[in-house]
């Protein structure tokens, strides 16, 4: 049984960085995408990254390109995501997530992934 956990959050202000990590016990961690998703209150869980199996690829969604870097260590099976310019809407609770299907690229949808961490919070004050 796999497990994803995540670590890195905390209470940062605008304009600062974080970086967060998902370590993955079990399972095939080197041959599946990953990805983070983030839900604020009240709001849906959205996409915020992914990265291939291999690390060759990464998709971001539009609110973050450019600030938030997704990279990852298949020795370590370790994913980490580089939070930097750090905006008050950020601010939500970071999930990061195993892709369902081996090989994936960069999948977005939430109901490609089947296996989900207990969340980190990111708090970014104005």
């Known amino acids: 049984q796999v497990q994803l956990v995540e670590s890195g959050g905390g209470l940062v202000q605008a304009g600062g960085s974080l970086r967060l990590s998902c370590f993955a016990s079990?399972?095939?961690?080197?041959?599946?995408?990953m990805g983070w998703f983030r839900q604020a209150p009240e709001k849906e869980r959205e996409f915020v990254a992914a990265?291939?199996?291999?690390?060759?690829?990464?998709n971001y969604a539009a609110s973050v390109k450019g600030r938030f870097i997704l990279s990852r260590d298949n020795t370590k099976n370790t994913v980490f995501l580089q939070m930097n310019s750090l905006k008050p809407e950020d601010t939500a609770v970071y999930y990061c997530?195993?892709?369902?299907?081996?090989?994936?690229?960069?999948?977005?949808?939430?109901?490609?992934?089947?296996?989900w961490g207990q969340g980190t919070q990111v708090t970014v004050s104005s």
């Open positions: 997530a195993r892709a369902m299907a081996f090989w994936a690229s960069t999948p977005s949808s939430i109901s490609e992934y089947d296996q």
């Open positions: 079990g399972g095939t961690f080197g041959i599946r995408a």
């Open positions: 990265i291939s199996w291999n690390g060759g690829n990464t």
